[in-house]
Every structure is written in C-alpha cells, then in structure tokens.
C-alpha cells in the first residue's frame, strides 16, 4: 500500500470527525458545532483526495496530473479551515463567557494531514 493513502484517509476521518466538535461556545446561543458554523465545504474540497486514497493501484500515489488537481483542491480545503479557524476566533473575540472550541484547531489540523498525504501521493516509492 502506498504511504499517502492511510495519511489521507486518517487527515480526512480527522477533518471529519471536527465538524462534530463546537466550533465555539457563545453565551446565548451555546455550543456552535461545524455543521452550524458551516464549515462542511472543507469535506467537499477534501472529497477527490479521499476518493484518490480508496480507488486505484494500491501500491502507486496518484499521477502527475490528477496529483497536481487533488493538490489544489486540497490546499483550497486548508484555506477555508484556516478561514474557519480565524473565523472562530473573531467570534468569541469581546465577548464574555465565550470560548473557541475543539472543532475549528482539529478541522485544520486534519486538512494539514490530507495536505501532506497529497504530497506524499505525487512521489513514486520505487523512485529516488
């Protein structure tokens, strides 16, 4: 099995998992989780790299040209989490009693993983 395909799926099953998370708490509306904080378009643009990750020769990473598309589309998905991560932030910012979550931080942190699992894929481990 190529190495990108378990980083993938784990960066994505991360990703996941932190919409589900509250984004942030606010005094009156409460837990906010990345469902309501609509940040479920970084799934979307997470979708091709993780389709790549399941399908295909397990022991090769993807091609050139599909590689280099699930590449942009996956860096597409860092900037919206980190939009949402700023986004989260700037909430809770002069408010009291609110806090940030653990649904933004982890929506980031788990894209960074596919973005390095799409990297990982561009390389061929037969080669140098």
Do not use: E
């Not at 190495?3 to 991360?14: D, E, H, K, M």
């Not at 990703?15 to 979307?44: C, E, K, N, S, Y």
């Not at 933004?104 to 390389?123: D, F, M, W």
Request: hydrophobic residues 55%; contains cysteine.
């Amino acid at each position: 099995m190529h190495p990108s395909r378990p980083v993938v799926l784990a960066g994505t099953g991360f990703a996941a998992i932190a919409l589900m998370l509250p984004f942030v708490t606010l005094p009156v509306v409460g837990a906010v989780d990345g469902w309501r904080a609509d940040a479920w378009p970084t799934l979307v643009a997470l979708a091709p790299a993780t389709a790549a990750a399941l399908v295909g020769h397990r022991s090769r990473g993807s091609g050139n040209v599909v590689g280099s598309v699930i590449l942009v589309t996956a860096c597409a998905a860092l900037v919206f989490a980190a939009v949402k991560l700023a986004d989260s932030v700037l909430s809770v910012r002069g408010v009291g009693g609110a806090s940030i979550g653990a649904g933004a931080p982890t929506l980031l942190a788990g894209t960074v993983v596919v973005v390095a699992g799409t990297v990982l894929a561009l390389r061929d481990p037969s080669g140098p």
